[in-house]
């Protein structure tokens, strides 16, 4: 395995890394102030000015949809491999992807629609939301199951003539707080008495249409990531043409498997990127402080955790670049076991290494005169989003065992709340 970054993807790291230095560090706390000031006003979900206004700068610097694999409609698009390092960066601010066009859920949608639509489907919805001109949601996880078993999913979608018809609620849908949200992609059931993994299916549905009810936003330890958002969503006798349906009936399994890969390692990548902005923060605050007559950084503790925190940030992404590589080279399927221990060591490894930063900002830290807070809040949540530790973990054993049993077995990597 060659991890040696090409010379296409070495200046494309140059032109990003410049451009968060000019344009994304300097504006995190114009951020949150510009959100303060719309939540003052009565409304918090408005898109900020900020982010419309950098897209375009994004977008002149060649430094758009990267997160897209080559296609006709994304001749820009890169390899896992080649978008790691990229998504990495990004990831050091939670808003920065965003201004790419490369954030969740939109990216997983769009190679959701890219993969599985029609061509008339693509037109409607892929061509904006490779623009930036609208925003999606993902409406999988259901507040009345246990989501982390996707088989358990309540949500309706029933043939009547020309249209199928939807009734459910669904929550932790992120981006549907949003205005700019014209579209959902809905997984629900088709045939309850069909086998097991084949009673789901997923379903464009425009985010008007008539019987759709955002309840409520979910705040995430006191963050309500507005103007973006995690929201509780009704669907009441919605109804669409039949041909919304992605791929036919019974295939919900199968466009997850293809969707929840590449979200899972987009994640990964991004928390590398937050652990290491949390590790920089830390060195630079330690050795800022005089605590007992030395310099803070002085201290042996904080080299033990300055120590670990590198080592634990070099191992994950190791791990994610080969999982990105066999994604490349052998597939989601092949690669199933690094995708499944690369959403359990990231997440973990970025809360540890941002909960040392956190510590060493002392009050400062949990407070939001530093975005470690913030940071955490995101980081704790991925233990859960697109499938909670345990079941990565329970694949991961299974796979593990199958390796070396007399009667192997396939296992099939989990399925569960996907953002």
């Known amino acids: 395995m060659d991890f040696d970054y090409t010379p296409k993807v070495k200046a494309l790291q140059a032109r990003l890394l410049a451009?968060?230095?000019?344009?994304?560090?300097?504006n995190e706390r114009r951020f949150f102030e510009e959100i303060a000031a719309n939540r003052a006003k009565g409304n918090a979900w408005v898109p900020t000015t900020l982010i419309e206004e950098l897209k375009p700068k994004a977008r002149a610097a060649g430094l758009w949809n990267l997160f897209l694999p080559h296609s006709p409609r994304a001749p820009e698009g890169l390899s896992n491999l080649e978008y790691a390092p990229l998504c990495e960066i990004m990831g050091r601010v939670p808003w920065a992807p965003e201004v790419f066009n490369c954030s969740a859920p939109d990216t997983g949608n769009m190679e959701t629609l890219e993969r599985y639509a029609s061509e008339a489907l693509k037109d409607r919805w892929l061509e904006p939301l490779l623009r930036g001109e609208i925003r999606s949601a993902f409406l999988m996880t259901e507040p009345e199951v246990a989501s982390s078993d996707a088989t358990n999913i309540q949500c309706r979608i029933e043939r009547q003539g020309d249209e199928y018809v939807i009734n459910g609620r669904k929550w932790w849908s992120s981006g549907a707080g949003d205005p700019r949200c014209a579209v959902y992609i809905v997984m629900g059931k088709t045939d309850p008495e069909a086998p097991r993994h084949a009673q789901q299916s997923m379903i464009v549905v425009p985010a008007n249409a008539p019987g759709i009810r955002v309840i409520r936003p979910l705040s995430v330890f006191g963050y309500d990531d507005a103007p973006h958002g995690h929201m509780e969503v009704v669907l009441e006798n919605v109804r669409v043409p039949a041909d919304h349906i992605l791929l036919g009936e019974g295939r919900g399994f199968e466009i997850a498997q293809g969707r929840l890969g590449p979200g899972r390692i987009h994640h990964c990548m991004r928390s590398i990127g937050a652990a290491e902005r949390a590790l920089e923060l830390m060195c630079k605050r330690l050795q800022e402080r005089v605590a007992f007559g030395k310099p803070v950084a002085a201290q042996s503790v904080w080299h033990e955790r300055i120590a670990e925190s590198r080592c634990l940030i070099e191992q994950a992404r190791l791990l994610t670049l080969?999982?990105?590589?066999?994604?490349?080279?052998?597939?989601?399927?092949?690669?199933?076991?690094?995708?499944?221990?690369?959403?359990?060591?990231?997440?973990?490894?970025?809360?540890?290494?941002?909960?040392?930063?956190?510590?060493?900002?002392?009050?400062?830290?949990?407070?939001?005169?530093?975005?470690?807070?913030?940071?955490?809040?995101?980081?704790?949540?991925?233990?859960?989003?697109?499938g909670p530790d345990e079941v990565h973990r329970n694949a991961i054993a299974k796979l593990e065992l199958a390796r070396h049993s007399l009667h192997p077995k396939e296992v099939d990597m989990p399925i569960t709340r996907g953002c």
């Not at 451009?19 to 300097?26: Q, T, W």
């Not at 690369?342 to 970025?350: C, G, T």
């Not at 900002?361 to 807070?373: E, I, K, W």
């Open 322 to 386: 080969k999982a990105a590589y066999m994604m490349d080279t052998v597939g989601n399927k092949v690669a199933k076991a690094e995708i499944a221990m690369i959403k359990v060591v990231a997440p973990n490894m970025a809360c540890q290494v941002i909960d040392w930063a956190i510590q060493a900002h002392g009050g400062g830290g949990v407070s939001d005169d530093f975005p470690l807070a913030y940071a955490y809040a995101n980081q704790r949540t991925l233990r859960l989003a697109d």
């Open 19 to 26: 451009f968060m230095d000019e344009h994304i560090y300097p």
